[in-house]
Structures are given as structure tokens and as C-alpha cells.
């Protein structure tokens, strides 16, 4: 997906609440197969992990595997190299009984506490998610936020035009003709489809059909990205950051509305891809697969290889997370040893749960033995 920020990034009201212990460690039955030693410290570039029994994995047993094994098969079509040869057996798994695939996961994987190379073991959980949107192939209407295919010259100039020259630049204007994908009818909702790297469309063609397309991450203008919920906040305009405070405040100053997009200089270009009758895969993470919904996260590389299993435990006041996960997304604000973005999947409620999520967070990797 190429997250480029997170939703909680441009709110600035979503606090943490509760102190980082809060991630409680529930006790887990240990197999008679816990081998009796455990191998070395495994460093990465940005993290350390550090090997340990099954029984420090806060409620190992009482996650339902089976729901995150299609993120699983999804990471066996671009296998790291570590898990290649595990990937036949994780195929030959997905119909099997509950005990099986636990068995299985407990004899072949050894888990590893993630770690800061300083020894700090406690991060941040984040959420994100793929909005839904009504869209019109023309402008016409409300329908008058372009949402663009990237120009042909974008990787020849870095970075690119601001949002500001996007709109009043006659060279970017000219770089962009023909690049409009679709129509938004609020300048708040295509920044959303920014932020979050991804987006459904239901399209009005110009003859009156409806198609329902993905608009999917396809670069950016390589501009510093900067919050406009934070620039409202520090200017006093609003006590409410979120997106519905931001367009109560949009629907009684429309006369301001540049000056508060041209604040975020940082503009996100997607491609389109067709979609398939019925419910749509998630949208492609940086591993180059559907994420699951619940069951993918985005990470740092540097700290967690794409592709891997990851066992995440997060409390707070939000909800309480103790899962099975697998790395297949990252963003450029996913960044450190513990660090990790939940996807939360498709529409409002996914939405809802993105907006608000900012909670302590724990992270074992389970790596083959």
C-alpha cells in the first residue's frame, strides 16, 4: 500500500492513554516440545531480537490461527527467502484442524521479542485503512478534487511541484493534463485517500454507469508532508482535529480553504485497477500482495523482514490486541525496532478504529528454526 503517513499523524488529538505497561502478559500453557535451549540474538538494522520460550507470547492459545492464515498464503506467493521452503507446508495446512496448524507453527518457528538495539521492548500501534468513496469520471457538480496518475516527468524532478504549484503552476498544470484519474466533492476526503495510500471508488462514468475501481498507491511529489489538522490546531481555529471537525471548520471558512491544503505541501498519485464482482481483495502492501484485514501489518524493513509472522500484543483503550499477524506493508512514518501500523480493512468502521488507534505495543517475531 505505501503508506506515506498515518491517519493519527495529521489529528493531533489522539493521546496515548495509559502508561506502556499496560500490555499485560498473559500466562500461556507451555508444550512438552519447548525445546530446552534457545538459540543466539538475531540483530537487524534497526532492532535486535532476542530468542524465547512459547510462553512468554501473551495468550498464544487462545487466538484463532486459521483467520490469519490467508495473510499467510498471500506472503507465500513472494516468500522471504527464510520461509521458502516452510511455504509448501503452509499451503498444505489451510484446511487442516485447529491443533495442526499450532503444532505446526510451534515445531517449525522459534519466536524472537523484538527489541530497540538499546533494549527497549515497548513501541506504538497505529491503524489505517482503505476509505470508500463516491467519485465522477468528469468534473461536474461538487465532484471537482482531481485525484492524479503520476506526471511523466515525476521521477526526472524530486521533488516535485508543492500541492500549491500543483494548482497554480502553468508548468505543473501542463505536466498534469490528462493525468486526472477521478472527481472527489470535498478537498478533505482526497487528502484522506492520500494519507492512507489507497482508496475504493465508485466511479459515475460519463455515460451514466457506475464501476467500482481502486485507486492504489503509485508515488508521490517527494514534499515534506505536513498536518493540516496540526496547523489548525496551532492556529487556534479549532479545538476538534478530526476529519469531521476539519470540515465543519472548511463548511464555515470556504474562503480558506487553499490556504489550509496549501499548508501540506506533500501530494500522493495512484494508479487504477479493476476490481472483481463481489468483496474486493484488500489493496497490495509494499511486499506486493492483498493485505487482510486484522491480520496485516506495516513495519519498518529495517526491523522486520517483509513477509514475516508476527505475534503483536497491544492493550489500551481503544481495544486489546493479542494476534497473529504477518509484516506485508510500510509507510515512512513506520519507523523503529517496535513500530508497527494495523490494517484495519474497508470503509467507516475500519475508519473509525484508524482514526483513534494510538496504544502501547509489544512484537515477537516467529522465525524458522
Known amino acids: 500500500m505505501r503508506r506515506t503517513f498515518p491517519a493519527w499523524a495529521w489529528l493531533g488529538l489522539a493521546a496515548i492513554v495509559g502508561s506502556l505497561a499496560a500490555c499485560s502478559v498473559a500466562p500461556v500453557v507451555q508444550s ?14 534497526n532492532s535486535r531480537w532476542v530468542p524465547v520460550p512459547w510462553t512468554q507470547l501473551p495468550q498464544w492459545e487462545q487466538d484463532a490461527l486459521h483467520e490469519a492464515w490467508p495473510a499467510w498464503l498471500q506472503s507465500c506467493q513472494r516468500p522471504h527467502p527464510a520461509f521458502v521452503t516452510l511455504c509448501p507446508e503452509v499451503r498444505r495446512l489451510a484446511d487442516a484442524p485447529p491443533q495442526a496448524r499450532r503444532d505446526f507453527v510451534r515445531e ?12 527497549a521492548g ?3 500501534l497505529t491503524a489505517y485503512y482503505e476509505p470508500v468513496m ?11 478534487v482531481p485525484l492524479y496518475a503520476p506526471p511523466a516527468d515525476l521521477a526526472r524532478r524530486k521533488p516535485w511541484f508543492t500541492r500549491q504549484e500543483m494548482e497554480t503552476s502553468r508548468e505543473a498544470r501542463a505536466a498534469l493534463q490528462g493525468k486526472v484519474l477521478v472527481y472527489l466533492a470535498d478537498p478533505v476526503d482526497a487528502m484522506m485517500v492520500q494519507i492512507q495510500g489507497s482508496g475504493i471508488m465508485n466511479v459515475t462514468e460519463p455515460d451514466g ?23 489548525l490546531l496551532d492556529q487556534g481555529l479549532v479545538r476538534d482535529a478530526t476529519w469531521p471537525g476539519i470540515k465543519d471548520w472548511i463548511a464555515r471558512n470556504p474562503s480558506r480553504v487553499n490556504e489550509l491544503m496549501w499548508t501540506n505541501p506533500r501530494v500522493v498519485f ?4 479493476a476490481l472483481p464482482p463481489g468483496e474486493s481483495p484488500g489493496p497490495r502492501g509494499a511486499q506486493g500482495v492483498p493485505l487482510t484485514a486484522g491480520r496485516s501489518i506495516a513495519v519498518d524493513p529495517g526491523s522486520i523482514p517483509y513477509g514475516t509472522p508476527v505475534w503483536l500484543s497491544s492493550s489500551g483503550p481503544q481495544t486489546s490486541l493479542q494476534r497473529l499477524v504477518l509484516a506485508q506493508d510500510t509507510g515512512t512514518a513506520i519507523v523503529g525496532a517496535v513500530r508497527a501500523d494495523y490494517y484495519a480493512g474497508t470503509g467507516d468502521a475500519a ?5 483513534r488507534l494510538k496504544q502501547p505495543l509489544r512484537l515477537w517475531v516467529l522465525w524458522p528454526r
Open 122 to 124: 515497548e513501541g506504538l
Open 32 to 45: 512438552p516440545a519447548e525445546p530446552e535451549s534457545l538459540p543466539p540474538p538475531i540483530s537487524q538494522r
Open 134 to 144: 463516491q467519485a465522477s469520471r468528469r468534473p461536474q457538480g461538487r465532484f471537482t
Open 351 to 355: 475508519g473509525e478504529l484508524a482514526g
Open 209 to 231: 454507469r457506475q464501476r467500482r475501481v481502486r485507486l492504489a498507491f503509485a508515488g508521490t511529489n517527494e514534499q515534506p508532508y505536513r498536518s493540516i489538522g496540526r496547523w
Open 270 to 273: 495512484f494508479r487504477e485497477e
Open 108 to 119: 517449525r518457528l522459534q519466536p524472537y521479542r523484538v527489541e530497540s538495539h538499546e533494549g
